[in-house]
């Protein structure tokens, strides 16, 4: 089966049910750390009548799991918002690496300044790398070593093999956010208690995925599910198949960290099924 790109779509809202920020910290790290297992390439967070504190406070806290622990410090200020990050869980996904350096890896960098024989990358060695080409200063890049030696040589090069996940804050509320991301997926699906069990239209599911380069999942919030907030007139535009992946759930609710893994899951085996 061809490389599905996947992205998954979540409110702003799901922190809301406490004023706990370790909890909050928590929740969030739950979804990162679910993302990276099942080779998520893009976590979009929208406004689903939430404040716009919380889609940055969701955002920030995705985007410092994905860097690499030897950037943190160097990315990242010291705020009250990220004082609890302490208690995420590892990614432990390839652009977090925990070995020696080899001539051949790949490395996320942070351009540091710019000089005469290029610009200085600090991929988290013993010393700092040069990159060859001028490059815009303090932005995390990712990197092929080229050549280990007095010097370390790198190219701007990215890995074929999964290189963790892009976040997005768009501030908009749904059905805005599906129609402003680029690329545009070309197979939106809804996830909904009260959609048909994903087990009854299984063929269908992976017909589509099939055909797919970029299929998004939508969740809907603690509060509101994606029937209220997408305009019905909207609905059907928007979303080309709705299911439901828990089906029989044997507790009232399933909070969206918790939808989040159950559906990757499911998708995950239907895209690595023959």
Excluded at 100 to 109: C, I, N, S
Excluded at 218 to 230: A, K, R, T
Excluded at 243 to 267: D, H, I
């Amino acid at each position: 089966m061809q490389q599905n790109h996947i992205s998954i779509f979540i409110p702003a809202s799901i922190i809301a049910e406490t004023k706990d920020l370790r909890i909050r910290t928590y929740k969030v790290g739950l979804i990162g750390r679910s993302a990276a297992i099942f080779k998520v390439d893009r976590i979009v967070v929208y406004n689903d009548n939430s404040q716009k504190e919380d889609v940055k406070f969701i955002s920030d806290v995705l985007t410092y799991m994905n860097t690499p622990q030897y950037l943190r410090k160097k990315v990242f200020p010291i705020t009250r918002e990220l004082r609890n990050v302490g208690i995420l869980p590892p990614l432990r996904t390839p652009h977090h690496p925990t070995g020696e350096l080899h001539e051949g890896d790949y490395r996320q960098g942070l351009t540091i300044k710019r000089t005469k024989k290029g610009t200085i990358v600090d991929i988290g060695a013993d010393k700092l790398a040069l990159c060859k080409e001028k490059l815009s200063v303090n932005k995390v890049l990712s990197f092929k070593v080229a050549k280990l030696a007095k010097e370390i040589t790198i190219v701007p090069d990215t890995p074929d093999f999964y290189w963790g996940y892009d976040t997005i804050s768009t501030y908009k509320n749904l059905h805005e956010s599906i129609q402003s991301i680029k690329p545009k997926p070309d197979l939106v699906i809804g996830t909904s208690r009260y959609a048909a069990p994903i087990t009854s239209v299984l063929d269908e599911v992976k017909e589509r995925l099939k055909g797919s380069k970029h299929t998004a999942i939508l969740f809907g919030g603690p509060y509101s599910g994606l029937h209220d907030l997408i305009p019905s007139q909207k609905e059907k535009e928007l979303i080309d198949l709705e299911v439901n992946t828990v089906p029989s759930q044997g507790t009232k609710t399933v909070r969206t960290e918790e939808a989040v893994l159950s559906t990757l899951s499911v998708f995950n085996l239907l895209l690595n099924s023959e």
